[in-house]
């Protein structure tokens, strides 16, 4: 091999590893569970246990905050435990890994308990290879997996690529197009300003859930 082939073979290792998270890391919003903030009427409908009431309320009082609150509202209604974890199977509201609280972590169905605390102990998350390393030391990659499709790392506006933005739920070409037109981002009161403009403020606050600014 020539020295320039062999320097450049040395040089594009580190080379990437100069490069911004952001640039390494693959999407930051679990796949595989609905929303439930942003899901029609029939997509309500057609869970478990849902009725036109409980269906009318979800609706009216969306976005909630984090699963926690939407928890408490479906079992305010009659719900038992039961029941709640039969629609968090497909349908659920992502947690934040960063800020995400004990009760909040333990909807996820059939989680173990000790994640409450592994959860904490190892932010600020960042990465999903992060996550992959740390919680799979524990639990192996299948349930590793399986739990990263019920959390999210917040994505940041101002650098995060396309195909991250895009697994945002509900996400569409055209509200990607509005994310990238009026960075740079610099206070939450612009994001609800300007995206505010597209698609109101339920919406707005459904999206901005999964957003930071310079994280």
């Given at each position: 091999?020539?020295?320039?082939?062999?320097?450049?073979?040395?040089?594009?290792?580190?080379?990437?590893?100069?490069?911004?998270?952001?640039?390494?890391?693959?999407?930051?919003?679990?796949?595989?569970?609905?929303?439930?903030?942003?899901?029609?009427?029939?997509?309500?409908?057609?869970?478990?246990?849902?009725?036109?009431?409980?269906?009318?309320?979800?609706?009216?009082?969306?976005?909630?905050?984090?699963?926690?609150?939407?928890?408490?509202?479906?079992?305010?209604?009659?719900?038992?435990?039961?029941?709640?974890?039969?629609?968090?199977?497909?349908?659920?509201?992502?947690?934040?890994?960063?800020?995400?609280?004990?009760?909040?972590?333990?909807?996820?169905?059939?989680?173990?308990?000790?994640?409450?605390?592994?959860?904490?102990?190892?932010r600020p998350w960042r990465t999903?290879?992060?996550?992959?390393?740390?919680?799979?030391?524990?639990?192996?990659?299948?349930?590793?997996?399986?739990?990263?499709k019920y959390v999210f790392i917040?994505?940041d506006l101002n650098t995060a690529?396309?195909?991250?933005?895009?697994?945002?739920?509900?996400?569409?070409?055209?509200?990607?197009?509005?994310?990238?037109?009026?960075?740079?981002?610099?206070?939450?009161?612009?994001?609800?300003?300007?995206?505010?403009?597209?698609?109101?403020?339920?919406?707005?606050?459904?999206?901005?859930?999964?957003?930071?600014?310079?994280?």
């Amino acid at each position: 091999m020539s020295l320039k082939r062999t320097v450049i073979a040395v040089m594009i290792p580190a080379v990437l590893l100069l490069l911004p998270l952001s640039a390494r890391t693959r999407a930051q919003v679990g796949q595989g569970i609905m929303d439930v903030n942003g899901m029609t009427e029939a997509q309500l409908t057609a869970l478990p246990g849902m009725t036109p009431a409980l269906v009318k309320g979800v609706m009216e009082k969306r976005p909630f905050e984090n699963v926690k609150a939407l928890d408490d509202y479906l079992k305010s209604q009659g719900m038992t435990a039961e029941q709640t974890a039969a629609i968090y199977e497909t349908a659920f509201i992502h947690l934040n890994l960063n800020t995400a609280t004990g009760p909040e972590i333990l909807l996820v169905p059939k989680i173990a308990r000790r994640m409450t605390r592994e959860f904490e102990e190892y932010r600020p998350w960042r990465t999903w290879e992060q996550f992959d390393r740390e919680i799979g030391k524990y639990v192996g990659a299948e349930e590793t997996n399986r739990l990263k499709k019920y959390v999210f790392i917040p994505i940041d506006l101002n650098t995060a690529s396309d195909e991250t933005i895009m697994t945002i739920p509900g996400m569409t070409p055209r509200m990607l197009r509005e994310f990238k037109e009026y960075r740079p981002w610099k206070t939450k009161e612009q994001f609800d300003r300007e995206i505010g403009k597209y698609v109101g403020p339920a919406e707005t606050a459904r999206l901005w859930r999964f957003v930071v600014i310079g994280g």
